[in-house]
């Protein structure tokens, strides 16, 4: 089994900080693509920021130089710092990640997703 746990949305004000981690678990071989991925109400589910497996990052235009996303292998674990918050970041954020298990072939698992409230 291989799962994915997303921590760290909560409330906050526009103009203010989070930081979310995803940590995955499970009889894993090796993770390539870590992304993280966000649907706001009545939207659609849409791709915010990757890293390879190397750190090389891909951001969405709307959050390029507001958020850093980061990688610790050690750890199976992803990051993504979100400066600058608008009221429109306003989501439901999940951590996707395509992994390698024992006895499975690679597959795209995603976390249950951690709510982010961002006021005005």
């Known amino acids: 089994q291989v799962h994915l746990v997303e921590s760290g949305g909560g409330l906050v004000q526009a103009g203010g900080s989070l930081r979310l981690s995803c940590a995955a678990s499970?009889?894993?071989?090796?993770?390539?693509?870590m992304g993280w991925y966000r649907q706001g109400p009545g939207k659609q589910r849409e791709l915010v920021a990757t890293?390879?497996?190397?750190?090389?990052?891909n951001y969405a235009d709307s959050v390029k130089g507001r958020f850093t996303m980061s990688r610790d292998n050690a750890k199976n674990t992803v990051y993504l710092q979100m400066n600058s918050l608008k009221p429109e970041d306003t989501a439901v954020y999940y951590c996707?990640?395509?992994?390698?298990?024992?006895?499975?072939?690679?597959?795209?698992?995603w976390g249950q997703g951690t709510q982010v409230t961002v006021s005005s």
């Open positions: 996707n990640a395509d992994i390698a298990a024992w006895g499975r072939a690679r597959s795209d698992y």
């Open positions: 890293v390879t497996s190397v750190g090389t990052t």
């Open positions: 499970g009889n894993i071989v090796s993770i390539n693509v």
